[in-house]
């Protein structure tokens, strides 16, 4: 039974996370209701397999999720979609895979950011970026960004957040009997 609870929260926050990044980038916004949908299916999946202990874990989760991710959001660092989705993946997947997720989604993030403003504003926006940067070290005082320049960019967060959980599950050796039945359930294994 616990190989049914497994390949469901795999499933479903793999379905959740393709959802998000595809509203992400094309709307820069992340759904409510996908939100509350993982919260939900966060406490039911694991309050239908693991009772009270279940929902203990989903809420450690949800909880933990808040906790990181708010002050971040308070200084703006990400988007209120984010957390609301970081706390309905905690909600399924419990406080130990989340944890594991944002570490990994934080290094990500360093690469995917980076990636996405080049992508939108070419090394030419960046190098302003740079050189805004040079010369509010040099005046000592700050410049805002000018139309154009990296700095101004809004960059998604749910691909790299994405790519925090793909590698936390990776890593886990829970999910590696899950990862083989997904496939083939899926057609794509032997």
Request: glycine content about 12%; aromatic content about 14%.
């Amino acid at each position: 039974m616990i190989e049914i609870q497994l390949m469901l929260q795999v499933g479903l926050a793999g379905l959740f996370f393709i959802i998000a990044i595809a509203t992400d980038l094309s709307k820069q916004r992340i759904p409510n209701n996908l939100c509350l949908v993982a919260i939900f299916c966060g406490f039911a999946i694991n309050g239908y397999f693991a009772q009270l202990n279940g929902l203990l874990l989903a809420s450690l989760g949800f909880g933990l999720a808040f906790a990181l991710l708010f002050p971040i959001f308070v200084i703006r660092v990400l988007g209120a979609g984010d957390i609301k989705l970081m706390m309905g993946i905690g909600a399924l997947m419990g406080p130990e895979l989340l944890a594991y997720s944002l570490l990994y989604g934080i290094a990500a993030g360093a690469v995917t950011s980076l990636l996405l403003v080049i992508w939108k504003t070419g090394m030419t926006g960046l190098l302003k970026t740079v050189r805004r940067y040079w010369d509010c070290i040099y005046c000592k005082t700050y410049f805002k960004p000018e139309a154009g320049e990296a700095a101004g960019q809004k960059v998604p967060y749910a691909p790299a957040l994405a790519i925090g959980w793909l590698f936390a599950c990776s890593y886990n050796l829970d999910f590696s009997g899950v990862y083989v039945q997904l496939s083939h359930y899926l057609g794509m294994g032997a």
